[in-house]
C-alpha cells in the first residue's frame, strides 16, 4: 500500500522560505515514475506547482519558477519542495502525489499520472 505524507508547511511572512517534505512509502520506483507537488486555495482548483521524473528531469508552474524548487532523496523515499521568495498568493493546502506516466503527461500534472496523493500541509503567507 502506497503512503505519502507531507511536512514542513505552516505560517510565515512575505520573503520567507519553507521546505517541504513528503515521505513516501511502498512505492516502487521505475522509469515512468512521476512525482509532484500540487496545491489548492480556498475557492480555486487545485493547480500543479512542480513535478520531477527520474534524472531529476522537473517542470513548474510559470507563477513560481525561479522561486521554487523540487527535488528528490531515493535513498530516503522523499520529496521537497523548497520554496523561497513567498508571496501571499502561495497560500495554500500543498498536496504531494507520485504516480506512472508519459514524460509529457507528468510534466503538465495530468491526473492519471498522480495515482497516490497525500493529505497535505497547509501553507500560509501573510504580507
Known amino acids: 500500500q502506497v503512503r505519502l505524507v507531507e511536512s514542513g508547511g505552516g505560517s510565515v511572512q512575505a520573503g520567507g522560505s519553507l521546505r517541504l517534505s513528503c515521505a513516501a512509502s511502498?512505492?516502487?520506483?521505475?522509469?515512468?515514475?512521476?512525482m509532484g507537488w500540487f496545491r489548492q486555495a480556498p475557492g480555486k482548483e487545485r493547480e500543479r506547482v512542480a513535478t520531477?521524473?527520474?534524472?531529476?528531469?522537473?517542470s513548474y508552474t510559470d507563477s513560481v519558477k525561479g522561486r521554487f524548487t523540487i527535488s528528490t532523496d531515493n535513498a530516503k523515499n522523499t520529496v521537497y519542495l523548497q520554496m523561497n521568495a513567498l508571496k501571499p498568493e502561495d497560500t495554500a493546502m500543498y498536496y504531494c502525489?507520485?504516480?506512472?506516466?508519459?514524460?509529457?503527461?507528468?510534466?503538465?500534472?495530468?491526473?492519471?499520472?498522480?495515482?497516490?496523493w497525500g493529505q497535505g500541509t497547509q501553507v500560509t503567507v501573510s504580507s
Open positions: 520531477i521524473r527520474p534524472g531529476a528531469s522537473t
Open positions: 502525489a507520485a504516480g506512472y506516466g508519459l514524460p509529457a503527461n507528468c510534466d503538465y500534472g495530468l491526473r492519471g499520472s498522480f495515482g497516490y
Open positions: 511502498g512505492y516502487t520506483y521505475k522509469a515512468s515514475t512521476c
